[in-house]
C-alpha cells in the first residue's frame, strides 16, 4: 500500500480480511486501508488504529460480511469449472489443512464417526485398563525412595514345583554373606489381637521384622524411635512401633502414647515409636514388633517362613546379586543336599512373592498382553473396514486429488490424519472410561484388607502413554493401510469412473474380514454373555427370608487389661461377659412392643471358612471345600423362619465346642456334596496355620451333619446358585463377638437403631456396639452394577461394530450396482427380486460366518461349563441376535436400492 | 446509483464514496457504499468488471448500471418528478 505514514495494525487487518472473503473483500480491505491513510496524516497513530478496530466491530462491516458471501456463493453456482480454493494463497496444503478437512469429513458422516470412536474408545478402556492392572502387578513402582532398588530374595523348590519362602537359617547367611545387597532384612506376617486400655480385642496386621527392614524402607519414624538391633536379642524387652491410623483410632493421636503397654495376643509390648501416614510396611501391616531371628533353636528347613528383602548396594545390578545369590545356594546345596539340594535362589522384583509370582508367570503376561492387543487390533481392523468403504467411495475425490499433483504421500497423510483424530477422540474417551472404571476398582480394592501398599490403580503417564501409542496403532491400521490400497489403483481407471458412479468394490480380503468378524462374534459373544451372566447371577444374592424386618448390631466387649492377664484370660473374662450380658439383653428386647424376637451368630477360634468332609474327596487345589461357617443360636433358623427340609434344626446339646451336630444349608448338599445324602455325614472345618505363610491347615474335631435347612441367601436371578453355609450352635459364652439380630415388627427396622443403641447402653456400659444397620442394606450393589454394564457395552460394541461393517458393505453394494437396478427396475423386475438379488450376499456373509463360529463357539462354552439345552440357547440366541442386527443394517441401504430412479440412472448415461 | 453513472469508468468503491461526498455533501463509510453495490450487484441493477489498475496496483471493480438498472434510475426519476408536480411553496 503505498502513500501511507505507516501500515494499519496487521493483526487487525488480517482479522478484517477473514471476515470479508473474496476478491470484493480485498478491494474493500484496500479502500478502508485509504481511508486509514487519510486519516494517519491528520491524526495520530493510536487514533487511526482505534478507528481500524472500530471498522472490524461496526455492524456494517459484518452486513457487507454477509452480503460478501452470499455473492461469492452466487459467483461460484455461475461457474462450475472453477476449481475453489479454500482460503488465500498460502492457506492450501499443511496439517491445519488436514485437520480441517478430517473434521469436515467425520462431522459429514456422523454415524460411522461415533460408531468408529465408541468402538475404538471402548477397546483402549479395556486395554488401558488391564495395562494398569498388570503393570501394577508386574512392574510395581514402590512409593519409597529409591524403591527401584529394593528387591525380594526368594527360593523356587524344583521338587514341588512352588516358591519356598526362606526360613531363618536361609535368612542368617544371606545377611551375613551377601554383598551385592545390603541391608538384608527379614518379617514376618500376620493377624494379632491388639488390645490397648480397656477397649476390645481388635484383630490388626502386624509384622515381626528385623530392624535392618527399616532401614530398607528409609521412612523414619514420626515420634519415638523405630526398630533398632538390640530389639531383636531374645532377651530384650518386647516393644511395638504402631502405625498412624492405630496411633489415630485407638490412642486418640496422643502425643504420650510412648512408653504405653500394649497387648498383642495377650504378651504386653511397649509402645517405643508412631510411623507416619502411609507407611504399611512390609505389605499392609500396622503394627510392628521386633522379629527375633535366631538360628540355634529351629532346625535347618524348619521354623517360621520369612519374607527376605534388601536394596541393592550401590552401584550392584539386579544380574550381579541374582550370581553372588546363586553361588551361595549351590554352597549350601552341597553342604546340605537333603535340606537345600532342591532349593535354587532367586532375586525378585520386591513385591512378587507378597504377589505369589514367580518369574516363570511372567510369560503368562506376555500372553494377556498379546491378547490385549489382538482385541484392540480387532477393533481397530473393523473401524478400518468401515473407513475403507467410505474411502473407496471418495475414490474419485482422492483420483482428482492426484490428478492435480497430489502426492501419495500427501493422499494418505491425510486419510492418517482422518483416522488419528477418530482414534485419538476414541483414545480420550477410553482413558476417561478406564479412569471410571479403575476408580470403582480401587474402591473396592481399599475397602479390602491386606492389599499391599504400593498398589495404585491411578492412571499414570505411562498409562497415558500407552493410550497414545494405541490411538497411533488404530489410526495406522484404520487410515494408512486402507489408503495406501485406495491410492495404489491406476490413476486413469479411477478418474474414468468418476462420471457414471462409484464402481468401487470391496475386494475379497475386506469381504473375508467382515465373514471373520460375524464368526468371531458367534464364537465369543455366547461365552461372554454366559460367563458375565452367571457372575452377575453370583453377585445378585438376595435374602430369601424378610431381612427388611431385621436389624443387626456387631456386639463387643470392653474388658479392663489387669496386670498379670495373659491372652487367655483376657478371653475368658470377655466370655464370660457375653454369657452374663447377652441373655438380659435378649429378654429386654424381647419386651419391647416392636420386637418380635431377637438372636445372635458369632464364630468361634479354629472354624473357618474350609471344611473337610469323610467320603468326599478334596478339591483339586486342595485345602478342603469352601463353605461359609458361622456359629448360631439355637433359635436362629425358627426366627429368620428358615425351614428345616431333612433332619432337625441345632439343639442345646450341639452347643459350643464339645457338640458334635451341624446343619447345612441346601446350597451345601447341591454344591459340595453333590446331591449325596447329607444327613449323618462327618465333617471338620480346616484352620488356617498360625504362620499363616503356608497353605497348611489344621483339623478341628469332627462334626455330624444333623439337618438341612433352606438357602437364607440366594441369587436373585436363579434360587439354585446360593453360597454353601455350615451352621454349628454356640453359646453366648463361648464368643468374643456376636452379631445381634434383631425382628422388628411392621418392617420398621431402621427405626428402632437408636433405641437399640440406649438398651444396650443401659445394659452395661462396657457393651460395644458398632455398625446397627438393616440387614437387606448391608450389600454392596456397586460390583453388580459394574458387572451388568461392562457386559451390555460388550455386547452393544460388538453388535454395533458388526451392524456398522454389514451395513458399509450393503451400502457399498447398492452404490456399485446403482446403474444395474435402474436398468432391471426400467425392465420392469419386481422390488422383491431386486432385493433377493442385492442382499444374498449379505445374507450369504451372515449365515457363513455364523456357521463358521458356531462349532468352536460351541466348543468354548462346553469348555467353559454349559452343555446341553443352554448352551444351544444361548447360541442360537447370539446367532439370531447377529442375523437381526445385520438385516437391520441392511435396511438402510435397501431403501437407497429401491428408490433408485431408473430415469435418473439411464441419463447419466 | 446516479454516482456510478456519472463516474462513467471510473465507478469503482473509493470513487465513488468520493464522489458522494463531494457532490452530495454526504459522507458515507466505505462498508455502506460497498454494502449498496454488492445488494445492487445480487439484484442485478449493476454489474461489476475486474479491470487493471492504471498505476499498475491491484486490479480494480469497476461498476456500471445494467439495463435492469437504467430502468430503475429512470422509474425512480419519473415517479420522483410526478410526485413534484403541483407542488408550491406557500
Known amino acids: ?909 | 446509483m446516479l454516482a456510478v453513472v456519472r463516474l462513467g469508468d471510473e465507478a469503482y468503491g473509493a470513487a465513488i464514496r468520493d464522489e458522494l461526498d463531494r457532490v452530495a455533501g454526504r459522507t458515507v463509510s466505505v462498508q455502506t457504499v460497498w454494502v449498496t453495490l454488492v445488494r445492487l450487484e445480487e439484484q442485478g441493477l449493476a454489474a461489476s468488471t475486474e479491470v487493471a489498475a492504471p498505476e499498475g496496483g491491484r486490479p480494480r471493480r469497476i461498476f456500471r448500471l445494467t439495463p435492469e438498472g437504467w430502468s430503475a434510475l429512470e422509474a425512480s426519476r419519473a415517479s420522483n418528478a410526478r410526485m413534484w408536480e403541483g407542488v408550491v411553496r406557500p
Open chain 1, 1 to 909: 500500500v503505498t502513500g501511507l505514514l505507516d501500515p494499519p495494525p496487521a493483526g487487525i487487518r488480517r482479522a478484517l480480511r477473514r471476515v470479508l472473503p473474496g476478491p470484493r473483500g480485498a478491494e474493500v480491505l484496500d479502500d478502508l486501508d485509504r481511508a486509514y491513510g487519510a486519516l494517519r496524516r491528520r491524526h495520530t497513530r493510536r487514533v487511526a488504529a482505534a478507528w481500524y478496530l472500530l471498522q472490524l466491530l461496526r455492524p456494517a462491516t459484518w452486513r457487507l460480511a454477509w452480503a460478501l458471501r452470499r455473492i461469492h456463493a452466487a459467483d461460484d453456482r455461475r461457474r462450475p469449472d472453477r476449481i475453489r480454493t479454500t482460503r488465500g494463497p498460502s492457506g492450501i496444503g499443511g496439517l491445519s489443512l488436514d485437520v480441517k478437512i478430517a473434521w469436515r469429513m467425520l462431522a459429514r458422516s456422523p454415524g460411522l464417526s461415533v460408531v468408529g470412536v465408541l468402538g475404538l474408545a471402548l477397546g483402549t478402556a479395556v486395554g488401558i485398563a488391564l495395562f494398569v492392572f498388570l503393570s501394577g502387578l508386574f512392574y510395581p513402582t514402590l512409593p519409597l525412595e529409591e524403591g527401584d532398588r529394593i528387591v525380594a530374595l526368594s527360593a523356587w523348590d524344583s521338587r514341588a514345583g512352588r516358591s519356598a519362602l526362606p526360613s531363618v537359617h536361609d535368612f542368617v547367611t544371606w545377611r551375613a554373606e551377601l554383598r551385592s545387597v545390603e541391608q538384608v532384612a527379614a518379617a514376618s506376617m500376620g493377624e494379632r489381637a491388639l488390645v490397648t486400655g480397656d477397649a476390645q480385642p481388635q484383630p490388626v496386621r502386624t509384622a515381626a521384622m528385623t530392624a535392618a527392614a527399616f532401614q530398607v524402607a528409609r521412612v523414619p519414624p514420626l515420634l519415638g524411635r523405630s526398630l533398632e538391633p538390640e530389639d531383636e536379642r531374645p532377651d530384650a524387652a518386647r516393644v511395638a512401633v504402631i502405625g498412624y491410623d492405630l496411633w489415630q483410632a485407638r490412642f486418640g493421636a496422643d502425643p504420650g502414647v510412648l512408653g504405653r503397654p500394649v497387648l498383642l495376643d495377650g504378651v504386653e509390648h511397649t509402645v517405643v515409636g508412631v510411623m507416619p501416614p502411609g507407611f504399611r510396611f512390609p505389605r499392609s501391616e500396622a503394627l510392628w514388633t521386633a522379629l527375633r531371628a535366631d538360628p540355634t533353636r529351629v532346625e535347618r528347613g524348619e521354623g517360621p517362613q520369612l519374607f527376605v528383602f534388601g536394596r541393592l548396594a550401590p552401584g550392584a545390578t539386579h544380574e550381579e546379586a541374582q550370581a553372588e545369590l546363586t553361588v551361595i545356594g549351590a554352597r549350601a546345596a552341597a553342604a546340605f543336599p537333603e535340606t537345600d539340594g532342591h532349593l535354587r535362589l532367586q532375586v525378585l522384583p520386591y513385591t512378587y512373592p507378597l504377589d505369589g509370582i514367580q518369574d516363570q508367570t511372567l510369560w503368562d503376561v506376555a500372553q494377556v498382553q498379546l491378547m490385549v492387543t489382538l482385541l484392540l487390533v480387532g477393533i481397530a481392523v473393523n473401524v478400518a473396514v468401515l473407513v475403507y468403504a467410505r474411502t473407496a467411495m471418495r475414490q474419485g475425490e482422492i483420483a482428482v486429488r492426484s490428478a492435480l499433483g497430489a502426492s501419495r504421500r500427501r493422499v494418505v497423510s491425510q486419510l492418517f490424519v482422518e483416522a488419528l483424530i477418530l482414534s485419538g477422540l476414541g483414545a480420550a474417551l477410553g482413558l476417561g472410561l478406564a479412569h471410571v472404571a479403575l476408580g470403582q476398582i480401587q474402591v473396592i480394592f481399599d475397602s479390602l484388607e491386606g492389599v499391599g501398599f504400593w498398589v495404585d490403580h491411578g492412571l499414570q503417564l505411562r498409562s497415558v502413554v500407552f493410550a497414545v501409542a494405541l490411538a497411533v496403532l488404530s489410526a495406522v491400521i484404520v487410515g494408512v493401510l486402507p489408503g495406501i490400497q485406495s491410492t495404489g489403483g491406476r490413476l486413469s481407471a479411477d478418474l474414468r469412473r468418476l462420471g457414471g458412479g462409484a464402481s468401487v468394490r470391496l475386494g475379497r480380503g475386506w469381504t473375508a474380514l467382515i465373514l471373520a468378524q460375524v464368526a468371531v462374534a458367534v464364537i465369543v459373544l455366547p461365552t461372554a454373555l454366559h460367563l458375565g451372566h452367571q457372575e452377575i447371577r453370583m453377585g445378585a444374592v438376595r435374602s430369601t427370608f424378610p431381612a427388611h424386618e431385621f436389624l443387626t448390631a456387631r456386639l463387643g466387649v470392653a474388658v479392663q487389661v489387669r496386670p498379670g492377664m495373659d491372652g487367655e484370660g483376657y478371653r475368658r473374662e470377655v466370655a464370660r461377659r457375653f454369657a452374663d450380658r447377652l441373655p438380659e439383653l435378649e429378654r429386654r428386647l424381647e419386651a419391647e412392643p416392636q420386637v418380635v424376637g431377637v438372636t445372635f451368630e458369632g464364630r468361634l477360634p479354629g472354624r473357618g471358612s474350609l471344611v473337610e468332609i469323610e467320603g468326599v474327596p478334596e478339591p483339586a487345589e486342595g485345602g478342603g471345600h469352601p463353605a461359609v461357617s458361622v456359629g448360631v443360636a439355637t433359635d436362629y433358623f425358627a426366627l429368620l423362619g428358615a425351614r428345616v427340609l431333612t433332619g432337625r434344626a441345632l439343639r442345646a446339646p450341639d452347643i459350643g465346642e464339645a457338640g458334635v451336630g451341624l446343619v447345612v444349608n441346601e446350597a451345601f448338599t447341591r454344591t459340595i456334596l453333590r446331591g449325596e445324602p447329607a444327613l449323618g455325614r462327618r465333617v471338620r472345618f480346616l484352620a488356617a496355620a498360625p504362620t499363616g505363610g503356608a497353605r497348611q491347615a489344621v483339623p478341628g474335631p469332627w462334626l455330624e451333619i444333623v439337618g438341612v435347612v433352606q438357602d437364607l441367601q440366594a441369587s436373585a436371578l436363579d434360587r439354585e446358585i446360593a453360597p454353601p453355609f455350615a451352621y454349628y450352635a454356640v453359646a453366648p459364652g463361648d464368643l468374643q463377638a456376636a452379631n445381634l439380630l434383631v425382628r422388628v415388627r411392621n418392617g420398621d427396622a431402621d427405626g428402632f437403631g437408636p433405641r437399640l443403641r440406649d438398651l444396650i447402653a443401659a445394659l452395661d456400659p462396657d457393651l460395644r456396639v458398632a455398625s446397627v444397620e438393616n440387614l437387606s442394606s448391608v450389600r454392596n450393589p456397586r460390583y453388580l452394577a459394574m458387572a451388568a454394564g461392562g457386559l451390555l457395552l460388550v455386547l452393544i460394541t460388538v453388535l454395533l461394530l458388526s451392524a456398522a461393517g454389514i451395513h458399509a458393505l450393503m451400502s457399498l453394494t447398492v452404490t456399485r450396482r446403482r446403474k444395474e437396478i435402474g436398468v432391471r427396475t426400467a425392465l420392469g423386475a419386481r422390488p422383491g427380486r431386486l432385493l433377493a438379488s442385492l442382499f444374498s450376499r449379505a445374507a450369504w456373509q451372515l449365515g457363513l460366518g455364523g456357521l463358521l463360529g458356531s462349532l468352536p463357539g460351541a466348543a468354548l462354552l462346553m469348555a467353559n461349563g454349559l452343555a446341553g439345552r443352554a448352551a444351544a440357547t444361548f447360541l442360537c440366541g447370539v446367532a439370531v441376535l447377529m442375523l437381526a442386527t445385520g438385516l437391520m443394517a441392511t435396511l438402510g441401504p435397501a431403501r437407497r436400492g429401491l428408490g433408485i430412479q431408473p430415469m435418473e440412472v439411464l441419463r447419466e448415461e
